[in-house]
């Protein structure tokens, strides 16, 4: 019952904290700095409960029960002058109770990691909110949030910082410890950069606190050292923008892939996704329409990040079966672009899979006789280099899984892309679209899902490849 207790009394000072901070602090002539503060205090208040209780399930209530009453607190607009007007970005706070919730339930008791990963959250993104605010120059827009080069520097050096404390005293060697919250610091400033508002509040925590935690139990982790990962990463991203492949975001959240990739698989878990990269990009590039754009952020999160994810599964288990699961996500990103693009150069009008008519080029949910041929080389520039880099015993099955997967996850894309993708007629011009704005001004939606956009239509393609390779690797006889 105590822990019950102390947590319930933790949550209840928490409560008055936010609503009074602002109504005090603005008195004080401080308003400006009443969200910055709580986010501190808030941070310290949880990391203490988190200290002092030691019942998972009475951390679980407290901290799951937080995440209503701050939506609440956000409807009702209780929180004063550190809401900011915008409804998505004040859910930040309970994301932020969502994002403790969630490191309870994965990694308690281990409360080293869970702590420290918090208080890289409340410290941090304060930090880079005040730096940024005062001395950002170099701006990056993210879905809609202006966020500065300069903060998410004053993040990663407050992050480093409070996980160089966070792990002092838990017996890992100098050269590990340094490396270690170098690699949080610098991932997880590229999270809080790339990801919307809101969102950070509960990646950032969770984030960190994988990190710590599988530091804290596997003792011999797997993929090349963090220094030269991170080096190695930073010169990919920073190479890739150059190149006109990607824009800073995009690039950011290169980086993010990569450093992953490397230090927590190996070389065999990035190379393949640097061919597609390479391979794809330059095949857009072919006839391109002057001045196309770069590819951005969500391109290469659908692309990029997704894939990675199997790595975390490698890293826990060491089995080299999520390599495959890896691979095979990639080969349907790399099998409906070369699709599309071998599509477009032969010069054919394509058939939608819905009627069998002719279509514009482009169309989402339209297929062509070359581009269809097409995808299997797609998934042969994948699935080759990476059956190479396999163990030997795994080579021939990451082969097969993706030159098979590669042109399913082509086709259910485009059945996707036919009959459920958002389309728009154009409330100026009268065009059908499938963007959701035309003519700078929001379209009417006229057919699909609305917010089902051509990326997210390809994240569910790359994600439905990943899981029935799973299925087929893990749950198959």
């Not at 208080?119 to 005040?130: Q, R």
């Not at 199997?310 to 699961?325: C, E, I, K, R």
């Not at 036919?418 to 035309?438: D, F, N």
Request: aromatic share 8%; charged share 10%; hydrophobic share 55%.
């Amino acid at each position: 019952m105590s822990d019950y207790l102390i947590a319930f009394g933790v949550l209840a000072t928490t409560g008055l904290l936010l609503l009074a901070a602002p109504r005090g602090m603005k008195r004080a002539g401080w308003g400006h700095s009443a969200r910055p503060l709580t986010h501190v205090l808030s941070g310290v208040l949880s990391a203490a409960m988190i200290w002092m209780v030691d019942d998972r399930t009475a951390l679980l209530v407290v901290t799951a029960a937080a995440v209503p009453l701050l939506i609440a607190a956000v409807e009702f607009g209780l929180l004063g002058s550190m809401q900011a007007g915008s409804r998505w970005r004040d859910y930040g706070f309970a994301a932020y109770a969502a994002g403790l919730a969630l490191s309870v339930a994965f990694f308690f008791p281990d409360r080293r990691s869970i702590i420290t990963a918090l208080l890289v959250l409340a410290l941090a993104d304060p930090a880079a909110a005040i730096v940024g605010r005062r001395f950002g120059r170099t701006h990056v827009e993210v879905l809609g949030a202006r966020r500065t080069l300069e903060g998410s520097a004053s993040f990663a050096v407050t992050a480093f910082a409070v996980t160089v404390v966070g792990l002092t005293g838990s017996g890992m060697g100098l050269g590990r410890l340094l490396g270690l919250a170098v690699f949080t610091a610098l991932t997880c400033a590229a999270v809080e950069l790339v990801v919307p508002s809101t969102l950070d509040n509960l990646l950032v925590p969770l984030w960190a606190g994988f990190l710590l935690h599988l530091h804290a139990t596997v003792p011999d982790p797997r993929g090349v050292p963090y220094l030269a990962g991170l080096a190695t990463a930073a010169v990919l991203g920073w190479g890739v923008h150059r190149a006109g492949w990607l824009d800073l975001p995009g690039a950011v959240a290169a980086f993010f892939t990569a450093a992953c990739a490397l230090t927590l698989g190996g070389p065999a878990w990035l190379l393949p996704a640097l061919v597609f990269l390479a391979t794809t990009s330059v095949l857009s590039k072919v006839k391109a329409a002057a001045g196309q754009a770069r590819r951005g952020l969500e391109q290469t999160v659908v692309n990029g990040v997704v894939p990675v994810l199997p790595v975390l599964g490698f890293q826990l288990t060491g089995d080299w079966t999520w390599y495959a699961v890896h691979v095979a996500a990639l080969s349907v990103a790399c099998a409906d672009t070369f699709a599309s693009e071998i599509g477009r150069l032969a010069g054919r009008a394509p058939r939608s899979l819905r009627g069998l008519r002719r279509v514009e080029a482009g169309t989402s949910g339209a297929v062509t006789w070359p581009g269809s041929l097409g995808s299997l080389g797609g998934a042969a520039v994948v699935a080759l280099p990476a059956a190479a880099l396999a163990p030997a015993g795994e080579r021939f099955t990451v082969l097969v899984v993706a030159m098979f997967i590669g042109p399913l996850g082509m086709l259910i894309d485009a059945a996707l892309g036919a009959w459920l993708q958002a389309r728009y007629t154009c409330a100026t011009c009268k065009a059908r679209t499938e963007q959701p704005q035309h003519c700078g001004v929001r379209a009417v939606p006229a057919a699909g899902v609305r917010g089902l956009t051509n990326e997210r239509v390809n994240l569910a393609a790359n994600a439905a490849g990943g899981l029935l390779a799973l299925n087929a690797l893990f749950l198959l006889p």
